[in-house]
């Protein structure tokens, strides 16, 4: 069974600063990565995936993810955050080829930004 | 497309009331799942279905509640009875593939 952890709860960052969050992953099969986003009262929207190809993805607002297989990770980067990048960043995975389309999520990391 | 769309947005229900959350999935989409959140367990997945079929349930805490997709375009939880301990924001999400899911807004349900 796949897992996800984020060991970072929360993590306070500057504006205009460099912010990484962390995520790590166990599986016994390859798998499809994911980070989510959740702005207050609102749901989940989609940041960036990893499906296959090179391990350095791009998402929406200037995030970006590498994937490294060998240990087993997918840390979120933003090289300037904004005040309104503040939110809850959820990584998730799901089991790429199985028969079902599962995902399951890390504990969340609340990004909160300071001026 | 109108995305994912839940129902209530809030719910507040007395202890021992059925409630009743329902989903609409996105048209096409094969896959839905029910999560729950709350700020001690974070997002849990509570069950999914495939094809309307419920594939895994074992998220599902206990025997009051229960999910039913009686056809590709709707869904519901339901819990009976409910008890405070239930509040937490309920999410539905739905899928074509394992490649991405889109969430709705969530309920958020308030048991007193």
């Known amino acids: 069974a796949q897992s996800v952890t984020q060991l970072d709860s929360q993590v306070p960052v500057f504006e205009e600063a460099p912010v990484e969050l962390r995520c790590n992953y166990s599986s016994s099969v390859s798998v499809y990565l994911f980070w989510y986003v959740q702005y207050p009262n609102q749901g989940l929207q989609l940041l960036l995936k990893y499906l296959s190809g090179s391990t350095l993805v791009k998402g929406i607002n200037g995030f970006e993810a590498e994937f490294n297989k060998s240990q087993t990770s997918f840390h979120l980067r933003k090289p300037s955050v904004h005040i309104s990048d503040t939110a809850e960043y959820f990584c998730a995975v799901s089991d790429l080829g199985g028969a079902t389309n599962k995902l399951i999520f890390g504990t969340g990391t609340l990004l909160a930004v300071q001026p | 497309d109108a995305g994912v769309i839940q129902s209530p947005r809030h719910e507040v229900t007395e202890m021992g009331q059925e409630v009743t959350l329902r989903c609409k999935p996105i048209?096409?989409?094969?896959?839905l799942f029910w999560y729950r959140q709350t700020m001690m367990r974070g997002l849990e997945l509570l069950i999914y279905f495939n094809n309307n079929v419920p594939i895994d349930d074992s998220g599902m805490p206990e025997d009051r509640f229960s999910a039913k997709m009686p056809n590709a375009s709707f869904s519901t939880l339901k819990i009976q009875p409910s008890e405070p301990r239930d509040s937490a924001v309920y999410f539905c999400a739905s899928s074509f593939t394992a490649t991405e899911a889109f969430f709705g807004q969530g309920t958020r349900l308030t048991v007193v």
């Open positions: 048209s096409g989409h094969n896959s």
